[in-house]
C-alpha cells in the first residue's frame, strides 16, 4: 500500500534552532501534501495545505514565517519549524495524497524545544 | 463549514465484546465521504474504514463497520469481537468530494480502552 515517510521521528534542540520535518511519499506522487499539529490527547490541527509548485495555504492563526513550507517536488514537502521556541514542541503529522485519493499519514515527528 | 462532533471522550469495552463509537457532523455538501482513522499508542494514523456519501450500503472492514444514516448525518462505528489492539484513539472524519485542496475535518476523537 502507499507509504509516507516522515524523518526526523523525534527531535530535540535549544531554543532558538531551526528544525527542519521532511515528508516524502515513497510510492505514489503526492499532488496535495498536509500538515498538522497534535496536542496531546487532541484531535489533529491542520496547519497548511500544500500542492506541488506552488505556495501553500496556511490555516487562520498559523504564522507562515514561523511555519515554512515547501512542497518541490510531487514526493517531497518540508516543514520549517523557524526560531523554535518551547511552546512549539509538539507532535507534528504529514499526510499525503494523489488526486482524489485516500490521505496517507506520515508517522508523525516529535518535537521537543528545551 | 463542515463539524465533526464526537461527544464521548472516552470509553472501556471487554475484549471479545461489541462497541460502537458515536460520530455526528453537519454539511451542506451533498457529495462527501466519511472516515474513521485509529491512533494507537504509537500515534500512526491508520485508516479504519471510508465511506462514500452516495452510497447506501454501509462499509465494512473485517470486524470493523458502520451504521451511516445520511439523513440524520449520524456516521458511528462498531468494532465486533474487540481485541486489546483496538485500544487506541479514534477519530472521525468528513472531506467533502473533489476539488484538489479538499482537507479533512476531524472530530475530537475518542479514547477507547479494550479490557483483558
Known amino acids: 500500500g502507499a507509504v509516507v515517510s516522515q524523518h526526523p521521528s523525534w527531535v530535540i534542540c535549544k531554543s532558538g534552532t531551526s528544525v527542519k520535518i521532511e515528508c516524502r511519499s515513497l510510492?505514489?506522487?503526492?499532488?496535495?501534501m498536509f500538515w498538522y499539529r497534535q496536542f496531546p490527547k487532541q484531535s489533529l490541527m491542520l496547519m497548511a495545505t500544500s500542492n506541488e509548485g506552488s505556495k501553500a495555504t496556511y490555516e487562520q492563526g498559523v504564522e507562515k514565517d514561523k511555519f515554512l513550507i515547501n512542497h518541490a517536488s510531487l514526493t517531497l514537502s518540508t516543514l520549517t519549524v523557524t526560531s523554535a521556541h518551547p511552546e512549539d514542541s509538539s507532535f507534528y503529522i504529514c499526510?499525503?495524497?494523489?488526486?482524489?485519493?485516500?490521505?496517507?499519514f506520515g508517522d508523525g515527528t516529535r518535537l521537543s524545544i528545551l | 463549514a463542515q463539524t465533526v462532533t464526537q461527544s464521548q471522550p472516552e470509553m472501556s469495552v471487554q475484549e471479545a465484546e461489541t462497541v460502537t463509537l458515536s460520530c455526528t457532523y453537519d454539511t451542506s455538501e451533498n457529495n462527501y465521504y466519511l472516515f474513521w482513522y485509529k491512533q494507537p499508542p504509537s500515534r500512526q494514523m491508520i485508516l479504519v474504514i471510508r465511506q462514500e456519501a452516495y452510497k447506501q450500503q454501509n462499509a465494512t472492514e473485517n470486524r470493523f463497520s458502520v451504521n451511516f444514516q445520511k439523513a440524520a448525518k449520524s456516521f458511528s462505528l462498531k468494532i465486533s469481537d474487540s481485541q486489546l489492539g483496538d485500544t487506541a484513539m479514534y477519530f472521525c472524519a468528513f472531506m467533502k468530494q473533489g476539488g484538489a485542496n479538499s482537507k479533512l475535518t476531524f472530530g475530537k476523537g475518542i479514547t477507547l480502552s479494550v479490557r483483558p
Open positions: 510510492d505514489f506522487q503526492a499532488t496535495t
Open positions: 499526510s499525503a495524497r494523489m488526486g482524489n485519493q485516500p490521505q496517507h
